[in-house]
């Protein structure tokens, strides 16, 4: 077999990769566990998400990439599609090793809590959602804006709470990148990033979403962000919110 050249790639690399690839495909597990970091095994083996049926790979490229690591991309090919995976490559003990993987293009998981609680009391927020608004439970008796939202007000007992419109425009009070593939959901789309987000247009109450494009951003405390409402993954489903650095 004779390897692919890319520019500023070790030869050897090149070779590692191609067949890593041809393993993956075949499903070779031993082959494939083998050039896994040994210490981030069960992490990589459900970061990226294969398509079905998966029969044959393709190494579309290889580049020098952050933090001297190298990346690949690999396009596997299945009776169900095809995905495109990134591999991320380190040299250890003068042997490479995977040590990131994804899919690409970076999407953000959708969880299945995207939906409107049991007792309804968040409900006017998902169907806000559906008509393209960000709605949050406020009082309009003591102007206190609450999230979560409650049944009455925690300031003022009040029962009559209302719904408004609020402008999605906020800064990041907290974030985490997530690595690891803690529900079967989140296959696909690591790493990714939660942002905890404060909305001066809700008297500063925070929400919780990921940022889209978070994989590699440059995520600081105080930075500002934008919502962006994704469309529901069917029709009985509902929108997300997701966020982006401005
Ligand atoms: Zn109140």
Redesign the pocket.
């Known amino acids: 077999m004779t390897a692919k050249e890319f520019p500023g790639v070790p030869a050897d690399l090149a070779e590692v990769v191609e067949r890593h690839g041809h393993a993956v495909a075949a499903g070779d597990n031993a082959t494939v566990l083998a050039d896994f970091r040994p210490d981030r095994v069960g992490q990589l083996l459900a970061s990226a998400r294969p398509p079905e049926g998966m029969h044959s790979a393709e190494l579309l490229d290889v580049e020098p990439g952050p933090d001297g690591l190298f990346s690949a991309f690999i396009r596997y090919t299945g009776t169900g599609g095809e995905a495109v995976f990134r591999s991320r490559w380190i040299q250890l003990d003068g042997t490479w090793l995977v040590t990131q993987v994804r899919n690409v293009p970076d999407t953000p998981p959708r969880t299945s809590m995207a939906h409107p609680s049991d007792d309804g009391l968040d409900a006017p927020h998902w169907e806000g959602l559906r008509r393209g608004e960000l709605r949050m439970q406020h009082?309009p008796?003591?102007?206190?804006w609450t999230w979560s939202p409650r049944p009455i007000?925690p300031?003022?007992?009040?029962t009559d709470l209302e719904w408004p419109v609020v402008d999605p425009v906020g800064r990041i009070y907290s974030w985490t990148r997530t690595w690891q593939p803690f529900s079967p959901e989140v296959t696909g789309h690591l790493p990714y990033v939660v942002v905890v987000v404060e909305l001066p247009g809700a008297g500063n109450r925070r929400i919780l979403g990921v940022l889209l494009d978070g994989d590699g951003a440059d995520v600081r405390i105080g930075a500002e962000v934008k919502g962006e409402i994704e469309p529901a993954a069917d029709p009985e489903g509902y929108p997300l919110l997701r966020w982006r650095l401005v």
């Open positions: 009082c008796r003591c102007d206190r007000c300031g003022c007992h009040a």
